[in-house]
């Protein structure tokens, strides 16, 4: 991992550190925190919702 961008790169793919907050007003990328990319999703955190909005958000 990379601390200055918190994203490694190993062939066509990308690993990022994130910190989600669910439950948020709106879907959001909020910034970095050190090496850790901050999101904001609308979901919730029940049986894996935030966690599937998640990946079709940052896919958007």
């Known amino acids: 991992m990379s601390p ?3 994203k ?3 062939g ?3 690993t990022l550190s ?3 907050q669910p439950r948020a007003s709106r879907n959001a990328v909020v910034g970095w925190t050190g090496d ?3 999101v904001r999703l609308t979901a919730p955190p029940v049986e894996g919702a935030a966690n599937v909005a998640c990946l079709e958000f940052l896919a958007d």
Do not use: C, D, S
């Open 4 to 6: 200055a961008t918190g």
């Open 8 to 10: 490694r790169v190993v």
């Open 12 to 14: 066509p793919h990308v």
């Open 18 to 20: 994130l910190r989600v």
């Open 36 to 38: 850790t990319l901050n």
